[in-house]
């Protein structure tokens, strides 16, 4: 497993805030997290009569990166879909139990859908730049909220900085977003999901169609980033869960197998059904 | 054998002859139509022929054809007749005659051949005989006459021109005038208002207007007593014929023209086709209110037709809930664009002009009833008509377009914590505009093809205005107009004078093809343009 862990690219800190307790002591699926970001609470969500997730419980710790891994279908893109209600579009989708982002129920009847989604940014498996320039892509959420002209200039530099694009595309802001390579453009959206200022950032499997140097800039950025954002990462690749997050939930058909600090898992997992996927066993 | 079908070549040549058989029927028509079109204006020579029994005849040949000889014995020398343009309708009553080519005793191009091309009657062959000022005689015989038409014939073709003018632009406008005072009056009248400052005003104005009336009136008999100039012209068997130098469009001796004088008559025939309006119930000069039709009744079609469209596709498929209800309407659509054409141009007719037409006469013209004014044909309903008859095509294709918009794109959108609404205008709108246009497009090319719907709904054979005029408001929505199609129609087979106008069928159906065509073009062009702005093969 430590092959794993000293992977070219970055190393993952250890961190030690936490002393470790003996297995099966902590309630499975929380880190005792000084502020947890995001609380999951018995979640169960069922597509029509399938059901997609049981009975979740999670606290996602605040400006970490949080890493969910599992099989195909395993339910870790459904449960990072819940953050931002984007599975509301879904027809016949039940949830049942809470989320809390901030402590406040992000299905609560007073939630306004907009502002959550403002506040928690998401970047898609497949990059999806807008058919618009670079700016007008950078700057479509920032318009949205009536911000104008050069205070739009400003936030689009920012945020094109902040996604560590701005160098490559400076003299071609006006240019078709879609004229980028793929690793561009999924920096494109990380910088459009950072211009509207969110608290937290979704990624679902964001390298899964990069090369590995693309790959690897984004799990750079990735790093960087985390002194501002919690970030919760959805991926299929071991190494990269490994080198890039804090944290890592396991998932097996639609439930939390285990979660830990990253370190602990690709070390020590407690369940066997995680050492099995991480030593390559199935999946 | 097997070999050779499961190679799969057969169907290779089966599909690329398929293809190859539909390029060569489309490339026949459209030479077809452009061999026949092209040639129509070209000065083509005139001959002669004197006939064993002594008749000259003077024309232009325009058909060959072989005498069918039912029954005669193989080996029998063809026989062969030619059809010629005789002309001179006010002499001899009909402008073609067939002529046997075994009784032609002698076929020559005389130089000095003459043909006028008049606003009556049709072409003249023949010879100038005397050219007369005022009853005057001022020159004898042909080339002595020839000079004195092309001395004359500028100055009196610029003055036909400035009565035409007066005609139709001051008279015009002071009829337009008279009939909106006369409206007003009528309108008063109806409310119980025969005196007063307002009604005693507006008759003043009236009276000025006639006054007016009267100065052109004076002013163009005056024009016209200039227009004093004739010829006597004799056909080729010696028939004379006075005629007025103001009937004369053109004049030229065909057999003498250098090849640079031909291409100059012919450019100039054309440019008359194209910016005149038609002469002797449409078989003559231009028909450039049947082109201005067109192009404005597909223009207001497709302004009409397009945002109905496109919301309508936007509902189906952004915010209908999906099952079968949908599907049921889908299917509705879909079968709505193979309905007959004239069901909608009855349909027209029922609902636009008597229901909504109609409806509008009586709120907003009642003084003018019951003259319609909205309540009969009219480019709008006309437009309407067709726009109902296209909208299924803008809506598949919007449809079409709003399917292939990857969800991650709206996703994408809605994730930043824009609206659907918002979504909808930003993002989906933009990406799916090529596919509208392409919608557009096909509506386009049908509706300028359309003709069985416009007959009953505000085409007419000849339209007194263009639909767009000098006067307020400058668009007149309610107004008859010409079209193409149409005039295809009228012109091939309802002219009474088939034979004469049949090449100018081709010439029209040439045209409307190229109308057709520029209209797409442009579309073309346009989606082009918006596809490169959007396009970047990322999905």
């Known amino acids: 497993m430590l092959d794993l862990l000293t992977s070219p690219l970055t190393k993952p800190e250890v961190r030690r805030e936490n002393p470790p307790r003996p297995n099966g002591v902590r309630e499975r699926g929380v880190v005792p997290a000084v502020d947890p ?15 997609a997730l049981f009975n979740i419980n999670l606290d996602i710790p605040k400006q970490k990166v949080t890493a969910f891994i599992g099989p195909s279908g395993c339910g870790k893109t459904t449960l990072l879909r819940c953050f931002n209600r984007l599975n509301d579009l879904v027809d016949h989708l039940t949830l049942t139990g809470t989320i809390r982002i901030h402590g406040a129920d992000i299905y609560g009847p007073e939630v306004d859908v907009s502002e959550l989604r403002k506040r928690v940014g998401m970047v898609f498996q497949k990059s999806n730049p807008f058919p618009k320039s670079i700016y007008d892509n950078v700057a479509y959420g920032p318009r949205i909220y009536g911000i104008r002209n050069s205070r739009l200039d400003e936030i689009v530099e920012k945020s094109l900085r902040a996604a560590a694009l701005w160098d490559e595309v400076t003299d071609r802001l006006h240019e078709s977003g879609l004229g980028l390579s793929g690793g561009q453009q999924q920096r494109l959206c990380i910088a459009r999901a950072l211009a509207v200022e969110p608290e937290v950032l979704l990624m679902d499997e964001p390298c899964s169609a990069l090369d590995p140097i693309a790959t690897g800039k984004i799990e750079d950025l990735i790093d960087a980033l985390k002194e501002k954002y919690t970030i919760v990462i959805v991926t299929h690749n071991m190494q990269q869960a490994a080198r890039v997050s804090d944290h890592t939930g396991f998932f097996l058909l639609g439930e939390m197998v285990e979660f830990d600090e990253t370190t602990k898992i690709f070390t020590n997992p407690c369940d066997k059904r995680t050492e099995d996927y991480i030593t390559g066993r199935f999946g | 054998m097997k070999r050779f079908w499961k190679s799969g070549d057969p169907f290779i040549w089966l599909t690329g002859g398929a293809l190859a058989l539909s390029l060569v029927m489309v490339a026949g028509l459209v030479l077809l139509v452009v061999m026949s079109g092209l040639g129509v204006f070209w ?26 000889q039912p029954g005669a014995a193989p080996g029998t020398p063809r026989l062969y007749r030619v059809q010629l343009k005789v002309g001179n309708r006010d002499v001899y009553g009909a402008d073609f005659v067939w002529v046997d080519e075994a009784k032609i005793a002698k076929r020559e191009t005389p130089l000095d051949a003459i043909l006028i091309q008049r606003r009556e009657w049709g072409n003249f062959y023949g010879h100038i005989k005397v050219v007369k000022e005022g009853g005057r005689i001022v020159a004898e015989g042909h080339d002595a006459g020839w000079s004195a038409v092309q001395d004359r014939l500028p100055d009196v073709l610029q003055l036909a021109r400035r009565i035409k003018q007066i005609e139709k632009d001051d008279v015009g406008a002071i009829n337009y005038a008279q009939e909106r005072l006369r409206l007003r009056l009528r309108g008063l009248e109806m409310h119980g208002v025969s005196s007063g400052n307002e009604v005693e005003g507006l008759k003043q104005e009236m009276a000025g207007l006639q006054a007016k009336f009267k100065t052109a009136e004076t002013e163009l008999a005056t024009l016209r007593q200039r ?32 090849l640079p004088q031909k291409f100059a008559i012919y450019l100039s025939a054309l440019w008359e086709f194209l910016s005149d309006d038609p002469r002797e119930s449409n078989t003559e000069g231009g028909v450039f209110p049947a082109i201005f039709g067109t192009v404005m009744m597909v223009m207001i079609m497709s302004i009409l037709v397009t945002p109905l469209g496109v919301l309508a596709a936007f509902y189906l498929r952004e915010y209908a809930k ?39 006469d009586r709120l907003f013209f009642p003084e003018a009833l019951p003259t319609p004014t909205f309540g009969t044909g009219g480019i709008l309903w006309a437009s309407l008509t067709l726009a109902l008859l296209t909208v299924p095509v803008v809506i598949v294709a919007t449809e079409e377009g709003l399917a292939a918009i990857p969800p991650v794109i709206r996703e994408g959108s809605l994730a930043l914590g824009a609206t659907k609404l918002e979504t909808t205008w930003r993002v989906v709108l933009p990406a799916v505009m090529p596919s509208v246009l392409t919608g557009l497009i096909l509506a386009m090319a049908r509706a300028a093809g359309e003709v069985a719907p416009l007959m009953i709904t505000g085409v007419v054979k000849l339209a007194p205005a263009l639909p767009v005029d000098g006067f307020f408001p400058f668009i007149h929505l309610e107004r008859k107009f010409m079209h193409l199609g149409f005039h295809i129609y009228d012109v091939g087979f309802q002219s009474p004078n088939v034979e004469a106008a049949r090449p100018m069928v081709f010439t029209t159906a040439l045209l409307l093809l190229l109308i057709v065509l520029a209209l797409n073009l442009t579309a073309i062009l346009v989606r082009n343009r918006l596809r490169k702005k959007y396009a970047g093969g990322a999905f």
């Open chain 2, 43 to 68: 000065p083509s020579p005139v001959v002669r022929f004197t006939l064993t029994d002594g008749t000259v005849l003077m024309g232009q040949v325009t058909e060959r054809e072989a005498i069918p």
């Open chain 1, 37 to 51: 970001m995001i609380v999951v609470k018995s979640v169960n969500l069922k597509y029509g009569e399938k059901q």
């Open chain 2, 227 to 258: 227009l004093n100039s004739s010829l006597v012209v004799a056909t080729a068997d010696g028939k004379e014929k006075d005629l007025p130098l103001a009937q004369i469009v053109r004049a030229f001796h065909p057999n003498a023209l250098s």
């Open chain 2, 322 to 360: 999906q099952g079968p209800l949908v599907s049921a309407v889908r299917i509705a659509v879909n079968n709505l664009a193979g309905v007959p054409s004239i069901v909608f141009g009855v349909f027209g007719v029922g609902f636009f002009i008597y229901v909504i037409g109609g409806g509008i």
